[in-house]
T-cell receptor, first 116, second 110 residues
Framework: EPEVTQTPSHQVTQMGQEVILRCVPISNHLYFYWYRQILGQKVEFLVSFYNNEISEKSEIFDDQFSVERPDGSNFTLKIRSTKLEDSAMYFC??????????????FGQGTRLTVV | QKEVEQNSGPLSVPEGAIASLNCTYSDRGSQSFFWYRQYSGKSPELIMFIYSNGDKEDGRFTAQLNKASQYVSLLIRDSQPSDSATYLCAVNQAGTALIFGKGTTLSVSS
């Protein structure tokens, strides 16, 4: 069964360092997303990506964040200068997205980011 | 501000009972409604989605949608200890991001 894969599963970084989280969405899906979940809190939307550009972003997704699809399979989230409050589980998701009725999002297993 | 509200629980039911999970949403333009299951430390796993008013059944799960009341629910029949998890309600409009509730923790005792 096709699945979304994320690497690494766990990343520890020092405050102020840059991190890149990687995702391989399901191959025929058209929309790609990053969400995050701070421990004990709800899943929050960060950004969506369609047709090689950002289609929607939340207020969390400030200038410290960027996304890229560097090739035909990978989808990355970069945090330029990490803060302690960036510590969270980051989930990549993808949807087929053709029309209103193909919006079921499938999630990767997540990357736990710990900023120390 | 688009909101999705869920009772955080915990909801405790004995094995074999019906578990009823509820969710309300604020955006009347919402078109798609999803239930995800999340085990501790794991990613959300899609278990049901519903687009139209009424009931949709899939095995032991039934999703119910009432757009007039802005209410969606999930019934789990014959609950099993393995159903113990946090259930996340999420809604969206076509092509937009999911808005999640905080989730309801379900505990099924054997």
């Amino acid at each position: 069964e096709p699945e979304v894969t994320q690497t690494p599963s766990h990343q520890v970084t020092q405050m102020g360092q840059e991190v890149i989280l990687r995702c391989v969405p399901i191959s025929n899906h058209l929309y790609f997303y990053w969400y995050r979940q701070i421990l004990g809190q709800k899943v929050e939307f960060l950004v969506s990506f369609y047709n090689n550009e950002i289609s929607e972003k939340s207020e969390i997704f400030d200038d410290q964040f960027s996304v890229e699809r560097p090739d035909g399979s990978n989808f990355t989230l970069k945090i330029r200068s990490t803060k302690l409050e960036d510590s969270a589980m980051y989930f990549c998701a993808s949807t087929l997205g053709e029309g209103a009725l193909n919006t079921e999002a499938f999630f990767g297993q997540g990357t736990r980011l710990t900023v120390v | 501000q688009k909101e999705v509200e869920q009772n955080s629980g915990p909801l405790s039911v004995p094995e074999g009972a019906i578990a009823s999970l509820n969710c309300t949403y604020s955006d009347r333009g919402s078109q798609s409604f999803f239930w995800y299951r999340q085990y501790s430390g794991k990613s959300p796993e899609l278990i049901m989605f519903i687009y139209s008013n009424g009931d949709k059944e899939d095995g032991r799960f039934t999703a119910q949608l009432n757009k007039a009341s802005q209410y969606v629910s999930l019934l789990i029949r014959d609950s099993q200890p393995s159903d113990s998890a946090t259930y996340l309600c999420a809604v969206n409009q076509a092509g937009t991001a999911l808005i999640f509730g905080k989730g309801t923790t379900l505990s099924v005792s054997s």
